[in-house]
């Protein structure tokens, strides 16, 4: 399995429009964010975590030429805006492209996208083909998939995991019965935002504590925000197992 960091930032991306800050004025290519999305190859076979703003220029730098389905988390439009850009996908590949979700998640793509459904859609649309899962295990293209529910404040998200690696967004709070899904784990990436409270999202000593619990050979902490620290000075902080993941970073496990 290979996995490649697409987008590791936070709502409004790092550098944030206007922002003067060390992190945002930083040249370490590392500090610099786009939304949070991931992609997963796997038996011959190509996944997509989340299709947030910069979806596009995100498949153009990493090289993604194929989409065999696609994740969503939940409907935020960090996560979920970019869905449109699958259509190149979708013409080079001619067929319709899965996309796994919630309940509430696949509702708010037929409204947000309803363009994309019915009898007369308009040629060169999106091809989308909607899934919903609960919180039972699926198969898509013979890989087998976790949904684990989390709490983004009071809105559901769904993590996924993939066999020994999870990958977790834009938690505030995880269910002891989702924490036993996730206990195993041997690759495990968690979002954490920044060092003080949030009413939404992990801090990073939250997520430290939950990568602590699960134990996994190697974390990585994702959906950060600019005043989390630059990036070689919260790296060298972080434990020997903990890596601040950056746009473009591999992992082959």
Do not use: W
């Amino acid at each position: 399995m290979k996995i490649t960091f697409l987008g590791t930032g936070t709502s409004m991306g790092v550098p944030i429009i206007g922002c003067k800050c060390r992190v945002c004025l930083s040249d370490n290519p590392k500090d610099k964010r786009f939304r949070s999305s991931v992609f997963i190859e796997t038996d011959n076979k190509n996944f997509i975590i989340d299709t947030g703003p910069d979806f596009r220029i995100e498949c153009l730098n990493n090289g993604v030429e194929r989409i065999d389905a696609i994740l969503i988390t939940h409907i935020h439009r960090d996560h979920l805006s970019g869905l449109d850009d699958i259509r190149p996908f979708c013409y080079q590949q001619k067929e319709f492209i899965p996309i796994y979700a919630s309940n509430s998640v696949c509702k708010q793509i037929r409204k947000d996208f309803a363009y994309c459904f019915g009898e007369n859609r308009y040629p060169g649309v999106p091809d989308i083909e909607l899934h919903e899962i609960s919180d039972k295990d699926f198969e898509v293209l013979g890989t087998r998939i976790t949904p684990i529910k989390i709490m983004h404040a009071k809105l559901e998200v769904t993590a996924f995991r993939f066999g020994k690696f999870t990958y977790i967004t834009d938690a505030s709070y995880i269910p002891e019965e989702s924490v036993k899904k996730i206990l195993g784990t041997e690759y495990l990436v968690v979002n954490a935002l920044r060092k003080e409270p949030h009413p939404s999202h992990f801090t990073l000593s939250q997520a430290l504590d939950l990568i602590e619990r699960v134990k996994p050979k190697q974390a990585f902490l994702t959906h950060i925000g600019h005043t989390l620290g630059p990036y070689d000075e919260v790296q060298n902080a972080l434990p020997k197992n903990v890596t601040l993941a950056y746009d473009g970073l591999k992992l082959e496990i």
